[in-house]
């Protein structure tokens, strides 16, 4: 069954670095998205992309953050300058009609 | 705005019984009510939705019922086991967009 794959599964960064997170969505979906999830919290909406474009962003998703689908199978979220409370759990998604599929997520933690 | 509200925050449940998780919604726009299932280190995978055309939808031992005029969706497992034990989140969107997710609730079902 395909899945959504995300590199790396862990990451840890000094605050102030950048960071990019790595996705490679199902190949013939057309949505992909960013989630995030602070340790015990609920999962967070950050970000949609369609049709090589952003379609809808969240307040979390600021001028630290973008998005961009570099070639033809990987989504990469990249934060330009780390802030602590960014340690949390990045997960990619990507939908084709209803669902949308989840990556097993990338681990930051910002020191 | 937590426009998801979800409870209870954990919940424990013996094996073979029948374990109940609710959530209350607030935008009426929201036209798609999932419920994922998420295990430690994994991301969120779909277990079963509900658009609010319905009142009712089971799949397997998972059923999820929904009050469209209440504002309320829950899901209900039946004969509870062991591997069901896990963080299960319900969520809301409008035209299976962007997701906004409930806190979660944690599953621990008893032998």
């Known amino acids: 069954e395909p899945e959504v794959t995300q590199t790396p599964s862990h990451q840890v960064t000094q605050m102030g670095q950048e960071v990019i997170l790595r996705c490679v969505p199902i190949s013939n979906h057309l949505y992909f998205y960013w989630y995030r999830q602070i340790l015990g919290q609920k999962v967070e909406f950050l970000v949609s992309?369609?049709?090589?474009?952003?379609?809808?962003k969240s307040e979390i998703f600021d001028d630290q953050f973008s998005v961009e689908r570099p070639d033809g199978s990987n989504f990469t979220l990249k934060i330009r300058s780390t802030k602590l409370e960014d340690s949390a759990m990045y997960f990619c998604?990507?939908?084709?009609?209803?669902?949308?599929?989840f990556g097993p997520g990338t681990r930051l933690l910002v020191l | 705005q937590q426009q998801v509200k979800q409870s209870p925050q954990s919940l424990i449940v013996q094996k073979g019984g029948i374990s109940i998780i609710n959530c209350a919604y607030e935008?009426?726009?929201?036209?798609?009510f999932p419920w994922y299932q998420q295990f430690p280190g994994k991301g969120p995978a779909l277990l079963i939705a509900?658009?609010?055309?319905?009142s009712e939808k089971k799949e397997g031992r998972f059923t999820i019922s929904f009050n469209k005029s209440a504002k309320q969706f829950s899901l209900h497992i039946m004969d509870s086991q062991p591997g069901d034990s896990a963080t299960y989140f319900c969520a809301a969107s409008k035209g299976a967009n962007n997701l906004f997710f409930g806190t979660g609730t944690r599953l621990t079902v008893i032998p």
């Open positions: 998604a990507s939908r084709a009609e209803k669902t949308q599929y």
């Open positions: 509900i658009r609010p055309d319905v």
């Open positions: 935008n009426t726009a929201f036209d798609y």
């Open positions: 992309f369609y049709n090589n474009e952003i379609s809808e």
